[in-house]
């Protein structure tokens, strides 16, 4: 059985920052994404990340503000996350596939485990 368990949410300032953390247990994973989902909005995708590095993604809204990481021999999926915005606020889950990312990184359906989120305030 997989888990996943996020950290690091809060609440924070407009220009602050912060680092998100996603512990997984009980397998070996291929890519990794963090997922965000605002209050009344769909969930969307935040950034992606393969298991060799070699793939990385962001949304267009977090490009040069957010960047993702991964230490394969923790297990843990990492997200930092500078000047920070209102429009930020959201929860955060991370989520883990079996495959490689490619034009498809963002698609929900294709991650199979999910965390249970972090929330992420950024007040003005």
């Known amino acids: 059985q997989v888990q996943l368990v996020e950290s690091g949410g809060g609440l924070v300032q407009a220009g602050d920052s912060l680092k998100l953390s996603c512990a997984a247990s009980?397998?070996?994973?291929?890519?990794m994404g963090w997922f965000r989902q605002a209050p009344g909005k769909e969930r969307d995708a935040v950034a992606a990340i393969g298991w060799t590095f070699n793939e990385i993604y962001y949304a267009d809204s977090v490009k040069d503000r957010f960047t993702i990481s991964r230490d394969n021999v923790k297990n843990t999926l990492y997200l930092q996350m500078n000047s920070l915005k209102p429009e930020d606020t959201a929860v955060y889950y991370c989520?883990?596939?079996?495959?490689?990312?490619?034009?498809?990184?963002?698609?929900?359906?294709?991650?199979?485990?999910w965390g249970q989120g972090t929330q992420v305030t950024v007040s003005s």
């Open positions: 009980g397998h070996t994973f291929w890519s």
């Open positions: 989520a883990v596939r079996a495959s490689f990312l490619g034009d498809s990184w963002y698609r929900q359906d294709e991650y199979r485990y």
